[in-house]
């Protein structure tokens, strides 16, 4: 099971990463640049929200918000390790 798991976290990493581009490679050109569009769309959006969410939580005063951040701050590099 847990091969499986890294192998998905590998694939995972890999087409987001640019590998999507050869999966993409024999697709229609415009079916292509809508999923290519998405992706980034998605990609920056979510980047945004984690440095919107770092931001605030340095700006606040409350701890309750700071830990939060910190705690998925810290959990993010194990995700990919």
């Known amino acids: 099971m847990r091969r499986f798991i890294l192998r998905g976290r590998i694939w995972l990493l890999s087409a987001v990463s640019g590998g999507g581009l050869l999966v993409l490679n024999g697709c229609d050109t ?43 701050v810290e959990q993010v590099p194990n995700f990919f390790a």
């Open 30 to 72: 415009t079916v292509r640049d809508t999923v290519l569009s998405g992706v980034e769309g998605a990609t920056t959006t979510l980047m945004t929200t984690f440095i919107q969410a770092f931001f605030q939580s340095v700006l606040t005063e409350d701890e309750g918000a700071a830990t939060t951040v910190k705690a998925v």
